[in-house]
């Protein structure tokens, strides 16, 4: 058996958003030995963006893969199909339909390319290079402008049988709740928990509330940043928003921690910064909907990969694995 | 490689039950050569409850193993760990505190001894026998006195973390909702969609509906079985009952879809009798919550497995797992 020398392999990993796109070739230590990105919504043919992708990052692998092996390319994107390597009906880009992407980047790249969603991508690079290094069983949820999640079990990443699995920011946990500004659901974890619906909650309570410092701010400015200006200098009102959104994504989690068990839930994304205001209420109605079996057990963390760069080095997990 | 000819295994399958306790050897097809059962409640301390199935057991392994090789033996019981092969706590069992249940089946049998509780048991013998044949996501809902669940992804059961995945029937479809008789929970799915919760409903609803068909009967006589007779007939009370569980039942169902994306949920236990009454409100509620993405594309059907056998049969299964 011939060894291989982890140190000469190198993968590259794309995250794409709809307003940017970022790439980085990647070590087998997580370490970006080089990085960059290019503006998604420039392109309104995926082939144009393909070719731009390429002129970017080919110049970059001649440099730094001289003495090193390019395994492959990870790519994170919305709607992402892992099992058929397509980008399917994602309603913030602007390529309509089922893309055929893995394959267009192979053909054009030379290398195989896998593909997910990004936050399966970023629960790979969380047990590969973060938080869940070692771990078997964990649950990432990312709470940004939406909630994604990407579910580990057994050490393996839940695809399910169509590649769609770990859409638990549509799971509804108030059912006829919130009606959710896109889907049309009803109460659904990401109505209460995203950045999005930590404002809407904002809004409402400072309405109610007119001695509430949110009321110095215009209605555009409410966000989840604000609300923690507010809730660092004492507001009830800022505080009791962190309140409840960590009473229902403390709900939710506890559904999710009777389903598969996990060693620990890893929080990641904008919403985090707002650390024990939404932590704190996160965990205590997490243990107190638990069956007594699972109570104590699993640990709340937060992400330990640098935000700017997960992404990216979520997408290049996705080469390592299985591998 | 020496050839293994399947046709000579055999498993030995237990179901360890509150009352009774079932036994059987089964083989490679699911067919059971010989099966029995014992009392459970009859045996306060645990090595002469193994004893009594010792006594019974082994002379049906020296009548059917002559020609064939006992593989080893399957335990499907309350709070059993799949990882230590203890039964811990179990609150319908005599035997108090942690059980190393496996380790003195194998003392006393001579064979090594395999465990996890009866919903996962059962989950597996739907993939080793039954309506999940070749099915590598599906979820297994059990509808009996309570409601349990196993879940397989990937071709797997998941476990967690602690060998406790998959309390399905703990998981809070209505927040401050029904109170659980024997957790405290408000608002579980089984506090609803099990034949006990499905029995209040029916005393709430038929209070409320003095023309009920279900008001022939004394208050301990309404259950799943009676209130399915007075849908039969026609009776709307009887068959509202059945579709508010249904919606619970549904309602749930879509968040775990939206979780693990399974090619199937199959329904077992007592409740399902009640056929097309149950069956049709849960799929309607689960297709109206989901994802456009998961819409139609969830086998939601009834177990395949003869109910008296299928405990046996999935304790058999834990034997082949991973072979």
């Known amino acids: 058996m011939a060894l291989i020398d982890l140190s000469k392999q190198v993968a590259l990993g794309i995250d794409i958003g709809g307003t940017n796109t970022k790439y980085g070739l990647v070590n087998h230590r997580g370490e970006i030995l080089s990085k960059g990105k290019i503006r998604t919504e420039k392109f309104e043919v995926v082939e144009d963006f393909i070719q731009e992708l390429y002129d970017n990052i ?18 994170g994107a919305p709607n992402a199909n892992y099992y058929n390597g397509t980008i399917e009906h994602a309603p913030n880009l602007k390529w309509k339909g089922v893309v055929p992407f893995a394959k267009l980047m192979s053909e054009k790249f030379g290398y195989p390319c896998k593909m997910t969603n990004d936050a399966n991508a970023a629960a790979l690079g969380e047990m590969m290079y973060g938080a869940a290094r070692g771990m ?19 050490g393996n990443l839940v695809y399910g049988h169509d590649g769609f699995a770990g859409e638990l920011g549509h799971t509804i946990v108030k059912p006829n709740g919130r009606k959710h500004w896109s889907t049309g659901s009803e109460g659904s974890l990401e109505a209460y ?15 109610e509330f007119p001695e509430s410092l949110l009321n110095r701010y215009n ?3 409410i966000n989840s940043r604000t609300v923690h200006v507010c809730a660092l200098e004492g507001d009830p009102t800022a505080i009791e928003v962190f309140r409840y959104t960590g009473q229902k994504l403390g709900e939710a989690l506890a559904n999710f921690v009777m389903f598969s068990s996990p060693q ?16 704190k209420p996160t965990r205590l109605h997490m243990e107190r909907n638990l069956l007594p079996i699972f109570r104590g057990k699993v640990k709340l963390v937060f992400s330990e990969l640098d935000e700017a760069d997960a992404a990216i080095l979520g997408a290049s997990a996705l080469v390592w694995e299985n591998m």
């Open 58 to 75: 080919h110049p970059l692998i001649q440099q730094h893969c001289q003495d090193k092996v390019l395994e492959g390319i990870g790519v």
């Open 136 to 154: 078997k069983d964990f649950i990432m949820v990312t709470l940004g402008t939406g909630v994604g999640s990407g579910i580990v079990c057994g």
């Open 193 to 207: 928990a995203s950045a999005t619906g930590i404002a809407i909650t904002a809004r409402k309570m400072r309405a």
């Open 219 to 221: 209605e555009d400015e």
């Open 264 to 279: 620990a839930i890893l929080l990641f994304g904008g919403v985090i910064k707002a650390g024990d205001f939404i932590l």
